[in-house]
């Protein structure tokens, strides 16, 4: 896949697919993989759950890897897979459901699936600088307070479709 431009082709680094399947979550990841869809962070959940730092990051390292996701997978990446995985609780919102341009769908969907800032970009079919005042007016026409707590919204709302569980993409190239 390439991106056209006046002046050059920039090659685009696709999503990766794996056929492996989600390796089940233990009972003890579960709880720490709901926390980070709960928009905590390893030392907010380490907190939370009396478990130490070191501990907490070790296990996020498993989730992630039981999800197929890259070392420099984003927060927003893991959450929207361990939805589309069903491997936590769906979330739930009082919020409505905004309505979004075709634009911003496509951007939310980057966003949910890409941590490469340039990779959001190209799946979102806008300029990379344009990509942080595409990303804050989503947030604010959402309400969301960052990128994470957007895809939980999104994922209540269901405006993010699942995956099947033996599919997966990389959602960081690096």
Same mark, same amino acid.
């Not at 431009?5 to 696709?14: M, Q, Y």
């Not at 962070?41 to 197929?68: C, F, K, M, N």
């Not at 309505?99 to 769908?105: F, V």
């Given at each position: 896949?390439?991106? !056209?431009?006046?002046?050059?082709?920039?090659?685009?680094?696709?999503?990766? $697919?794996?056929?492996?399947?989600?390796?089940?979550?233990?009972?003890?990841?579960?709880? *720490?993989?709901? !926390?980070?869809?709960?928009?905590?962070?390893?030392?907010?959940?380490? $907190?939370?759950?009396?478990? @130490?730092? =070191?501990?907490?990051?070790?296990?996020?390292?498993?989730?992630?890897?039981?999800?197929? %996701?890259?070392?420099? %997978? #984003?927060?927003?990446?893991? =959450? +929207?897979?361990?939805?589309?995985?069903?491997? *936590?609780?769906?979330?739930?919102?009082?919020?409505?459901?905004? #309505?979004?341009?075709?634009?911003?769908?496509?951007?939310?969907?980057? *966003?949910?699936? !890409? @941590?490469?800032? &340039?990779?959001?970009?190209?799946?979102?079919?806008?300029?990379?600088?344009? =990509?942080?005042?595409? &990303?804050?007016?989503?947030?604010?026409?959402?309400?969301?307070?960052?990128?994470?707590?957007? *895809?939980?919204?999104? +994922?209540?709302?269901?405006?993010?479709?699942?995956?099947?569980?033996?599919?997966?993409?990389?959602?960081?190239?690096?």
């Amino acid at each position: 896949m390439t991106v !056209h431009s006046a002046e050059k082709e920039t090659p685009v680094t696709p999503p990766v $697919t794996t056929s492996a399947p989600i390796t089940p979550l233990t009972p003890t990841l579960q709880r *720490v993989a709901q !926390h980070l869809a709960d928009d905590l962070t390893p030392r907010e959940i380490a $907190t939370r759950t009396g478990l @130490s730092a =070191v501990t907490v990051r070790q296990y996020v390292r498993d989730i992630r890897e039981s999800l197929h %996701c890259p070392p420099r %997978c #984003k927060p927003p990446v893991i =959450v +929207h897979r361990l939805f589309a995985a069903q491997q *936590v609780a769906p979330p739930t919102t009082d919020r409505p459901t905004p #309505k979004l341009s075709p634009e911003q769908q496509l951007l939310l969907q980057a *966003v949910a699936e !890409h @941590s490469n800032p &340039h990779d959001i970009a190209v799946a979102a079919k806008i300029a990379p600088a344009d =990509v942080r005042a595409a &990303h804050d007016e989503l947030l604010d026409k959402t309400g969301a307070a960052n990128t994470t707590q957007l *895809v939980v919204l999104a +994922h209540a709302w269901g405006l993010l479709g699942t995956r099947p569980a033996a599919t997966t993409e990389s959602g960081a190239s690096q």
